[in-house]
């Protein structure tokens, strides 16, 4: 998360109001949710990179994974990260596309759901490697959604994830999708 990752953090700020301070960039591990992660990438890269169907083309493995951020609102990550499945669907609430775990291209737009620790004036999010697969694009909301929708032409087969357009925003419906790699704290300055 060095270099890039701090001005893919810092840089979308830079149309707000302030820059954010950074405190800390902790690597997590879990081996139970890396776990599940790994096999259900392992099943991904099967599923997309080997596609028999004509309709669709075989995935590159770097289209298949995302670095996205992820706030927590009023939920410590560490209750998250310590958990046997990291972040957790069934605690999800409905958004703009459904009941899902969304995650951000924009660490600004996760700000606003970032995790606040007032006695120490600190905010936390993560930065989550996200399966992302074959998504399907959305320009407009559809709350309707509890999983992708089925690809086009297709009866059983369905997308991996969606994405809404407006917000820049990354919906899975699978908790074994993403791993929460990264947990960022950082200092607001205009808070202080």
């Given at each position: 998360m060095q270099g890039r990752g701090l001005s893919l953090f810092q840089q979308p700020f830079a149309a707000a109001s302030f820059v954010p301070e950074i405190v800390e960039i902790a690597k997590i591990y879990n081996p139970i949710v890396y776990s599940k992660f790994e096999g259900e990438c392992q099943r991904m890269i099967e599923k997309n990179m080997s596609s028999a169907d004509p309709v669709f083309r075989p995935l590159k493995s770097n289209e298949m994974f995302r670095f996205l951020f992820h706030g927590t609102l009023n939920t410590d990550p560490q209750l998250i990260y310590n958990s046997e499945d990291g972040l957790d669907l069934r605690f999800a609430r409905d958004g703009l596309m459904g009941r899902g775990i969304y995650f951000a291209e924009d660490s600004a737009y996760s700000h606003d759901y970032s995790h606040y620790i007032q006695d120490l004036n600190l905010h936390q999010m993560f930065f989550a490697v996200v399966n992302i697969g074959r998504y399907k694009p959305y320009p407009h909301p559809?709350?309707?959604?509890?999983?992708?929708?089925?690809?086009?032409?297709?009866?059983?087969?369905?997308?991996?994830?969606?994405?809404?357009?407006?917000?820049?925003?990354?919906?899975?419906?699978?908790?074994?999708?993403q791993y929460p790699g990264y947990l960022i704290t950082y200092r607001n300055p205009l808070e202080q």
């Amino acid at each position: 998360m060095q270099g890039r990752g701090l001005s893919l953090f810092q840089q979308p700020f830079a149309a707000a109001s302030f820059v954010p301070e950074i405190v800390e960039i902790a690597k997590i591990y879990n081996p139970i949710v890396y776990s599940k992660f790994e096999g259900e990438c392992q099943r991904m890269i099967e599923k997309n990179m080997s596609s028999a169907d004509p309709v669709f083309r075989p995935l590159k493995s770097n289209e298949m994974f995302r670095f996205l951020f992820h706030g927590t609102l009023n939920t410590d990550p560490q209750l998250i990260y310590n958990s046997e499945d990291g972040l957790d669907l069934r605690f999800a609430r409905d958004g703009l596309m459904g009941r899902g775990i969304y995650f951000a291209e924009d660490s600004a737009y996760s700000h606003d759901y970032s995790h606040y620790i007032q006695d120490l004036n600190l905010h936390q999010m993560f930065f989550a490697v996200v399966n992302i697969g074959r998504y399907k694009p959305y320009p407009h909301p559809d709350q309707t959604l509890k999983m992708p929708p089925l690809l086009e032409g297709s009866k059983t087969r369905r997308y991996d994830s969606c994405y809404s357009q407006g917000p820049k925003h990354f919906i899975i419906y699978d908790n074994s999708k993403q791993y929460p790699g990264y947990l960022i704290t950082y200092r607001n300055p205009l808070e202080q």
